[in-house]
């Protein structure tokens, strides 16, 4: 069946705009994971969900992001006024539920501001 | 401060041999401990869990320790091959204090030689 899919693959943006990155999980997984990894570093968590709610939200690096579940399903992160400092790359995870389940990850959006 | 470490410096190993990586931990009680592979420009795939009862885990030529009073695991891939080349990550899950959520290791670099 189908994996987790992340869209768009790559973006580049300027300085100052907003950005929105789209994942959708595997059908049927109720948990869904974002996490940022920057050049060479590992996966840094940002937020999780189960269903549409997001019980932990304390990897979000500032208020400038933030994310959306919606029908249990496809979530979008978004991130406002971009900083260079935000150019990583940004990976999706989804399991079929939140606790003691492996993680399945989507490729990937990778974000260049500049 | 919560902290996990892996080998930082990439490992070079002949073709055949073991590879041997190690993951170290501090100030976690992880529920279990996952190791997953990367490749370069793409997510993190899962290879073996192990729960903190569990001593030892093998998958065919892949074997996972984990020794919750040292606070580490090691990862051996036995009769490597040059297609083990890849990045490899630890991950503790927080079940128990923080649940569904990975911390990652920054990935040790392998690179199998033929």
């Known amino acids: 069946g189908a994996g987790v899919s992340q869209s768009p693959s790559n973006k580049v943006t300027e300085k100052g705009k907003d950005v929105e990155l789209r994942c959708d999980p595997i059908s049927g997984h109720t948990a869904l994971y974002w996490y940022r990894q920057s050049l060479g570093q590992g996966l840094e968590f940002l937020i999780y969900f189960q269903g549409n709610s997001a019980p932990d939200k304390s990897g979000l690096p500032s208020d400038r992001f933030s994310a959306e579940r919606t029908g249990g399903s496809v979530s979008t992160l978004t991130i406002q006024r971009t900083q260079q400092e935000d150019s990583a790359v940004y990976l999706c995870?989804?399991?079929?539920?939140?606790?003691?389940?492996?993680?399945?990850f989507g490729p990937g959006t990778r974000l260049l501001v500049l | 401060s919560q902290k996990i470490e892996q080998n930082s410096e990439a490992l070079n190993i002949q073709e055949g041999k073991t590879a041997t990586l190690t993951c170290n931990y501090t100030?976690?009680?992880?529920?279990?401990l996952q190791w997953y592979r990367q490749d370069p420009g793409r997510g993190p795939v899962f290879l073996l869990l192990?729960?903190?009862?569990?001593k030892e885990k093998r998958k065919e030529r892949l074997k996972v320790t984990f020794d919750t009073t040292l606070k580490q695991s090691l990862f051996h891939i036995t009769a490597s091959q040059p297609a083990d080349s890849a990045t490899y990550l630890c991950?503790?899950?927080?079940?128990?204090?923080?649940?569904?959520?990975?911390?990652f290791g920054q990935g040790t670099e392998l690179s199998v030689k033929p």
């Open positions: 995870a989804s399991s079929p539920m939140a606790l003691q389940e492996t993680q399945y």
């Open positions: 991950a503790l899950d927080l079940f128990y204090n923080q649940g569904g959520k990975l911390i």
């Open positions: 100030n976690y009680s992880p529920a279990y």
């Open positions: 192990i729960r903190e009862n569990e």
